[in-house]
Each structure stands twice: as C-alpha cells, then as structure tokens.
C-alpha cells in the first residue's frame, strides 16, 4: 500500500527558504517514480521536481531550477524538497506523488497529473513579499 504523507509547508518572506518532506514507505522508495507537484487555488496541478526510484535522476520546472532540490533519504523514506530564493509566486499547496513507470519517463516532461495514481494530501507554502 502506497502512503504519502507531506510536511514542512509554513509562512515565510520572500528570499528564505523551506524544505518540505513526504514519508512513504520501503517499497515505494525503492519502486517508485516520486514528484513533487503544486497547485494554486483555481489553478491547474503542475509538476516541480521529479526523482527516480533508484534516486539517481532529478528533473525540475523550468519555474524553480536552481531554486530548489529534490533529494532522498533511503534510510528514513523520505522524500524531500528544498526550496531556496522562495518568491511570491511560489506560494500553493504542494503535493508529493508517486507513480510506477519506466525509468525514462519519470520527468518533467511526462508528468501529467493524472497519470500519477498515488497522492498525498498536500502541505500549504505562502511567501510573502
């Protein structure tokens, strides 16, 4: 059973940093394409980062490359986002998703939302100016 469950969201200016996580478990670690999405209100769910299951391949929207970092820790399953120079614009909830695909498709460029089939229930960031 795939369990995603997200935290670090909060307050913070524009300029600072957060670092959010997402606990899952061993399997879905191990097996899994996981992402990172975001979602303003009325707004359409869009990808941020990607990490491939064996944690060897990263990708990330043109919007926060060089802003933010997607990483892993095996030991403790958990998935991580770092988010540095945080901007108004990336305020949303943020949702960490996992996926079962091939290794070439776990990346920004195929990460439609729908396609994801595991979620988890989000954690709020708003930076303001």
């Known amino acids: 059973q795939v369990q995603l469950v997200e935290s670090g969201g909060g307050s913070v200016q524009a300029g600072g940093s957060l670092q959010l996580s997402c606990t899952t478990n061993?399997?879905?670690?191990?097996?899994?394409?996981m992402a990172w999405f975001r979602q303003v209100p009325g707004g359409e769910r869009e990808v941020v980062a990607t990490?491939?299951?064996?944690?060897?391949?990263?990708s990330y929207a043109k919007s926060v490359d060089s802003r933010f970092t997607v990483s892993r820790d095996p030991a403790k399953n958990v998935l991580y986002l770092q988010m540095n120079s945080l901007k108004p614009e990336d305020s949303a909830m943020y949702y960490c998703?996992?996926?079962?695909?091939?290794?070439?498709?776990?990346?920004?460029?195929?990460?439609?939302?729908?396609?994801?089939?595991?979620w988890g229930q989000g954690t709020q960031v708003t930076v303001s100016s």
């Open positions: 061993q399997y879905t670690m191990r097996n899994y394409c």
């Open positions: 998703a996992a996926d079962l695909r091939p290794l070439h498709r776990c990346n920004v460029d195929y990460a439609a939302p729908e396609d994801y089939e595991h």
């Open positions: 990490l491939s299951s064996g944690g060897s391949r990263t």
